[in-house]
């Protein structure tokens, strides 16, 4: 017995050691090439629109194109429009589940909220009635909005604070909310008013179902930048702590809970594709901004609003995958 655990114990060395490695052998000209490279290839691509059911969302610049890398060290590789601000839209459902998981343990979002895929559409209502009144999973609108409500608050303002102040302890900075968006997004979420109203039904929120649609739609109106995405996905890749501010903003249990739901819903009825071609746990958002993550090593983010059918940036998708395949970052190919 002691024999064996002794060879899986050096088996497990050999493998966390030869990831280290890999990573340590990169030199910043290599990573900035690569970079450059990726942002050369992919700035004149026209596939995909803006989208278009949020009016502010609609009239974004499309040609922004923003690519950032930040290692477990703090050091940041970028190039191009890296400090162009958009909505974060979707990926703030990464650290307001987070939040929750900090406040509540990783078994309260498993049973409460529920970390499966829907097998349907990000908004959908019937999944909600399939799965027995379960958002089933914090990254579709249902779960995100289950996730605010959740947060520990004595009311909407409470909430607000310690969401926002969340998110910007992850981004190493004050980030600030785009009215503009948050005010063409609040008066037009009749749908998600109707979900967190069926959740309600079921038992499922933590306050008020209106409050928490409303707090969630203000969440999604954060102004960021692909430097600030880069930081935040390196604060979940560094194990939880920022490697920019050196501030541990989660326990490092939680952090590959969220990547785990970050691989099976993070780029929406897509998320499957993202994961075979990269390995890289992800987040997308409507504003056009993806965040990916090598676990211990990178957090990587690009900016670019045009979409694809399934609602994630096309030039963040092919600029990700091209970085993680030519440096060789994805994690099961170690």
């Not at 024999?3 to 114990?9: A, R, T």
């Not at 959740?150 to 926002?164: F, G, L, P, T």
């Not at 649609?213 to 920022?242: E, F, P, R, W």
């Not at 901004?289 to 979409?307: D, R, T, Y």
């Amino acid at each position: 017995m002691l024999n064996k655990s002794f060879k899986l114990l050096i088996g497990l060395l050999i493998v966390f050691s030869f990831s280290s490695l890999l990573a340590a052998d990169l030199t910043k000209e290599q990573i900035n090439q690569v970079l450059q490279e990726a942002y050369t290839k992919y700035k004149g691509d026209v596939g995909g629109k803006n989208a278009d059911y949020i009016k502010a969302l609609d009239i974004v610049d499309p040609d922004i194109f923003g690519i950032t890398m930040v290692d477990k060290n703090g050091n940041v590789y970028e190039i191009g429009n890296t400090k162009q601000l958009v909505s974060i839209q979707s990926i703030s459902k990464v650290f307001t589940a987070a939040l929750v998981m900090s406040e509540k343990g990783s078994k309260f979002v498993q049973e409460k909220i529920g970390v499966n895929a829907t097998g349907a559409a990000f908004n959908s209502i019937i999944a909600i009635e399939q799965h027995g009144g379960s958002a089933s999973n914090p990254f579709v609108n249902a779960g995100a909005i289950q996730s605010t409500s959740w947060v520990s608050a004595k009311d909407s303002q409470e909430r607000w604070r310690k969401i926002s102040a969340n998110m910007s302890a992850y981004a190493g900075r004050n980030l600030k909310l785009n009215k503009d968006v948050y005010d063409s997004e609040v008066n037009d979420n009749k749908r998600n008013q109707a979900i967190s109203k069926l959740l309600d039904a079921y038992g499922r929120m933590g306050s008020d179902p209106l409050e928490a649609t409303t707090v969630y739609t203000k969440q999604c109106s954060m102004n960021v930048s692909s430097h600030d995405l880069a930081v935040m996905a390196s604060t979940i890749a560094n194990h939880g702590v920022n490697p920019v501010t050196k501030s541990r903003v989660i326990a490092a249990k939680y952090t590959p809970k969220i990547m785990a739901i970050m691989a099976t819903a993070g780029l929406y009825d897509n998320a499957g594709d993202w994961l075979y071609d990269t390995g890289a746990p992800a987040k997308s958002g409507v504003g056009g901004g993806i965040i990916a993550i090598v676990p211990g090593e990178f957090g990587i983010a690009v900016v670019s609003p045009p979409l694809d059918t399934y609602g994630n940036s096309v030039r963040a998708q092919l600029a990700i995958k091209y970085i993680i395949n030519k440096l060789h970052l994805n994690p099961y190919a170690q």
